[in-house]
């Protein structure tokens, strides 16, 4: 199925990044404010999630007259706009998310949006965040980087333990060790070659793929 974009409200770091992440039949949806990030791209999102707070009612009506979706929630909610906006694309079936611009401003929201990533129901769903600089994903089993020689990546356990840990493609291997969430043992690797490859046995990794700044 064709992969979601979900343009988070949080701040984008570099927009020629994240314009280039983006492919041809891409699905956009935009959590409330990520709808201004989309229009600095050039992008009408198919769908604006969201109680609107952050996105002016004119650039609402815009889109609405552009062919946007808009799926209105109330302001006191239990879900963040971003939380409902994932919801709505499992819902939709999408084996395939990206969610762009979803770091920055409040800890307690960026926080909040990288534990999203441990949802079971994201089991077997490519889910990455992306900010333009840092690319955040959770490793169950395998993973993929791609990047360029040099660019820092940074593995930290999610589960109390993960165990079996191995790595191809980084500077400083890792060989069926165990990292663990009290430990920074898999801070600041870096990749040696344009992909990496990582594997856990038992847990979960996150990993923070940080580019070089050009």
Do not use: W
Not at 97 to 120: C, E, K, M, V, Y
């Amino acid at each position: 199925m064709i992969r979601a974009v979900i343009f988070a409200n949080g701040k984008a770091r570099d927009y020629s990044i994240l314009s280039s992440l983006i492919r041809a039949g891409d699905t956009i949806i935009a959590a409330d404010g990520g709808a201004n990030h989309a229009r600095k791209i050039g992008l009408v999102p198919d769908v604006l999630i969201g109680d609107l707070d952050s996105v002016s009612k004119n650039e609402v009506k815009r889109l609405e007259t552009l062919g946007t979706r808009v799926i209105r929630f109330p302001v006191e909610k239990d879900e963040t706009d971003l939380e409902l906006s994932l919801g709505y694309t499992l819902d939709q079936g999408f084996r395939e998310i990206l969610i762009l611009a979803p770091f920055g401003g409040r800890l307690d929201q960026t926080l909040g949006n990288i534990s999203l990533l441990t949802r079971p129901d994201l089991v077997g769903i490519d889910t990455r965040m992306d900010d333009g600089l840092e690319e955040v994903f959770l490793v169950r089993g395998q993973a993929i980087i791609q990047g360029v020689p040099g660019d820092t990546v940074s593995l930290l356990a999610i589960s109390v333990e993960a165990k079996g840990v191995e790595t191809e493609g980084l500077y400083y291997p890792l060989n069926g060790e165990t990292l663990f969430t009290n430990a920074t043992r898999g801070i600041s690797n870096r990749l040696v070659d344009k992909s990496a490859t990582i594997r856990v046995r038992e847990g979960k990794l996150l990993c923070i793929h940080t580019r070089q700044r050009i």
